[in-house]
Nanobody, 127 residues
Framework: QVQLVESGGGLVQAAGPLRLSCAASGRTISNYRTGWFRQAPGKEREFVAAISWFMWSGSSTYYADSVKGRFTISRDNANNTMYLQMNSLKPEDTAVYYC?????????????????WGPGTQVTVSS
């Protein structure tokens, strides 16, 4: 079992930055692909970013088109923590952000392909 807890959410002005953290416990995240999703009111949970590690090629990152170039996903395996650096935030980025972990090489954009979820942290971007 992997327990995940997000932190770093809050209220930020448009164009500003915010960094989310996700602390993992139970097992080391180096054995999993890790990612971020978000869910706005009245909408389905959507993929934001993910990072995977493959023995044959090293780490790979994936981003939703809506955040590409503005958000950066990273993780610190030694501290069992992952991050989402969000820059140039827009009001449409307002949502509850969730971190997730999953095993195996699967399509990262599908919520059903992730095994563990954090409780979420609210991010509100004011215009």
């Amino acid at each position: 079992q992997v327990q995940l807890v997000e932190s770093g959410g809050g209220l930020v002005q448009a164009a500003g930055p915010l960094r989310l953290s996700c602390a993992a416990s139970g097992r080391t995240i180096s054995n999993y692909r890790t990612g971020w999703f978000r869910q706005a009111p009245g909408k389905e949970r959507e993929f934001v970013a993910a990072i995977s590690w493959f023995m044959w090629s090293g780490s790979s990152t994936y981003y939703a088109d809506s955040v590409k170039g503005r958000f950066t996903i990273s993780r610190d395996n030694a501290n069992n923590t992952m991050y989402l650096q969000m820059n140039s935030l827009k009001p449409e980025d307002t949502a509850v952000y969730y971190c997730a972990a999953g095993s195996g090489a699967k399509v990262v954009a599908l919520t059903s392909n992730w095994d563990y979820w954090g409780p979420g942290t609210q991010v509100t971007v004011s215009s």
